[in-house]
């Protein structure tokens, strides 16, 4: 079965930097583009960013872009988001997703920004 | 972007009530690849309805969705106490999802 396992989320101060990963298992992972959503604390859903199955076209949100860099190893099944000049507002749980049939969610890795 | 617009906002029912959830969307969601999501906190999103009315794995009947379009709708027949919880709609159709911006079911 589809499985995503999120990790790399922690404590980092404001302005510096952390990469997030997603490994990926159960379905033919270069075959799927892939998502990164996030949920802060007592906030909506908010979609991340969206990288084609082959690694050739990135997507992103209005507030991660030119700070957050989606990247795919398809060798590893492995999914990347690397997070530069991090702010108090990304604090957030960081989810990986993919679209096949129906939806499929990681559990999640928490960042949090703090100094 | 798809705009999704959930109402109300928030919802105060008994146990045992009906609850109706509304989603719209700005345009026309494709495909009906409508989504609905409970989250409680702590806790991920847990996938309740795909294609708009296709229940996800182990989700409970009372728990049902309709429309199509632009205009959706998520139903639980009967609230149970573990219902209540807040309700996202999102759509997958196009490659920048979008989400509603959720709707919460509160105990009157």
């Known amino acids: 079965q589809v499985q995503l396992v999120e990790s790399g989320g922690g404590v980092v101060q404001p302005g510096r930097s952390l990469r997030l990963s997603c490994a990926a298992s159960?379905?033919?992972?270069?075959?799927?583009?892939i998502h990164w959503v996030r949920q802060a604390p007592g906030k909506g859903l908010e979609w991340v960013a969206l990288?084609?199955?082959?690694?050739?076209?990135?997507y992103y949100g209005d507030s991660v872009k030119g700070r957050f860099t989606i990247s795919r190893d398809n060798a590893k099944n492995t999914l990347y988001l690397q997070m530069e000049s991090l702010r108090d507002e990304d604090t957030a749980v960081y989810y990986c997703?993919?679209?096949?049939?129906?939806?499929?969610w990681g559990q999640g890795t928490l960042v949090t920004v703090s100094a | 972007e798809i705009v999704l617009t959930q109402s109300p906002g928030t919802l105060s029912l008994s146990p045992g009530a009906r609850a109706t959830l509304s989603c719209r969307a700005s345009?026309?969601?494709?495909?009906?690849?409508l989504a609905w999501y409970q989250h409680k906190p702590g806790q991920a999103p847990r996938l309740l309805i795909y294609?708009?009315?296709s229940r996800a794995t182990g989700i409970p009947d009372r728990f049902s969705g309709s429309g199509s379009g632009t205009d959706f709708t998520l139903t639980i027949s009967r609230l149970e106490p573990e219902d209540f919880a807040v309700y996202y709609c999102?759509?997958?159709?196009?490659?920048?999802?979008?989400f509603g911006q959720g709707t919460k079911v509160e105990i009157k």
């Open positions: 997703a993919i679209s096949r049939s129906r939806p499929y």
């Open positions: 990288i084609s199955h082959d690694g050739s076209n990135k």
């Open positions: 345009q026309s969601v494709s495909s009906s690849y």
């Open positions: 999102q759509q997958y159709g196009s490659s920048l999802w979008t």
């Open positions: 159960g379905f033919t992972f270069s075959s799927y583009g």
């Open positions: 294609g708009a009315s």
